[in-house]
């Protein structure tokens, strides 16, 4: 469908064009916050968080299963797991996982609650990191009752 649109335009249409196809290409599922940027050279990584759902709803003081899909194509250095409110103050204690350079892979992580968690609603935020340094990102809004 780009391409079509690429050919029947000329000149700045066409450029339009190919960032608004990008634009519809890349969304995803939930409300998402961050976008990440790749350095030079370096195709950045791509992340969905797959589990909870936007809109989970959850107990105060239970651990939360976070699964994402993350594509790093140069290589996944990292990944960072956490629970955050909108203040910035965290919901959930921070995880990491090495991905040992590993391109395609589904993560997992249990999420502990933080010190002083309170009822509201976080973001959940999977972040993975190239092995050059491209960043990716991916998060999904929960309810803590």
Request: glycine letters at 14%.
């Amino acid at each position: 469908m780009v391409r079509a649109m690429i050919g029947a335009r000329s000149g700045r249409a066409s450029a339009l064009a190919l960032v608004v196809g990008a634009v519809v290409l890349s969304a995803c599922a939930g409300e998402n916050l961050f976008t990440g940027v790749a350095t030079s050279g370096e195709l950045g990584p791509t992340v969905e968080i797959t589990a909870p759902t936007e809109g989970f709803t959850i107990a105060l003081g239970d651990s939360i299963l976070v699964t994402a899909s993350a594509n790093a194509p140069n290589g996944g250095a990292g990944a960072v797991f956490r629970g955050t409110y909108t203040d910035g103050s965290a919901a959930y204690a921070e995880r990491t996982v090495d991905m040992n350079g590993v391109q395609a892979a589904t993560l997992t992580n249990y999420l502990q609650p933080a010190p002083g968690q309170v009822p509201g609603t976080p973001y959940i935020v999977v972040e993975v990191t190239g092995v050059g340094g491209a960043v990716g990102r991916d998060s999904v809004r929960v309810t803590i009752n």
